[in-house]
């Protein structure tokens, strides 16, 4: 089976533009008094409102413009808009408002005409602002665009994590990922379970994917599932339970259905005892 390693290409035309934008904007957040909510509005206002980059505040208060433009700019402050984990109970109000506004750019920057399907741009920003919202993040972070959380500040991940479009991390409970996590399009890794006879009694358990872990396409991970090294759970599968090391689990709910040819001598002899237990 051929070997098809990602291409590298060429700069694109405003690749200098680019490296200046990114460098020039996201060099604040190393600063911790920096006011997170302002610097998250002045990136969004001069990427989607322009020419109310200098008067953001005069246009929000001007009755003579449109309401809804009007709207639109105030929405631009992540003080103006509530995210769904806000109203949680276990929310830690002040870790949260501190991520919030890097939460906010990173969604509305997919949004927008400068993000949408720019691969590169996106990839770069998001490489700089997960270090500033996950607990501990590793060297090489890439994601996709449309990757949703819940809180942000409960993700743990090693070096050389990639997280594909349209993903949920939901970290209410804590998701740890380790080194050289693969995460396909449209997966769900959840960290909370509700119960079956009362919704608001809420268990957090934590998720972990551990080295070399691969979630495949819209595949879902439930709480405290644990997904061993180079384990995988296979497309649109759903993990109730943990997965072994080196097993592809499939299915609904995803059962071991075999290992890896790579996998270590004591992660096949797992699976022949197991297979002959069932068979007995």
Known sequence: ????????????????????????????????????????????????????????????????????????????????????????????????????PLLWLWYSFDRLPVGGQNVDLGVRLRRLLAPHIFKRCGERFKAFQHVEFSFGYNIECGDDVVVHRHVLLDDRGGIVMGNKVSISDYANIYSHTHSIVEQADVTNAPTILEDGVRITYHATVLAGVRVATQGMVGAVAVATKDVRPYHVNVGIPAKSVRVKPNAPTDSWEATRTSNTRKDG
């Open 1 to 100: 089976m051929p070997i098809r390693q990602l291409r590298k290409l060429a700069p694109a035309p405003a690749a200098a533009i680019a490296d200046a934008w990114l460098e020039r904007t996201t060099a604040p957040l190393a600063d911790p008094k920096l006011d997170r909510p302002r610097w998250c509005r002045e990136v969004l206002c001069e990427l989607a409102f322009p020419q109310y980059a200098g008067n953001w505040e005069t246009a929000v208060a001007d009755a003579s413009l449109p309401a809804g433009l009007r709207l639109s700019l105030a929405a631009l402050d992540p003080r103006n808009v509530t995210l769904e984990p806000e109203y949680y109970a276990e929310c830690d109000d002040a870790a949260f408002q501190r991520v919030k």
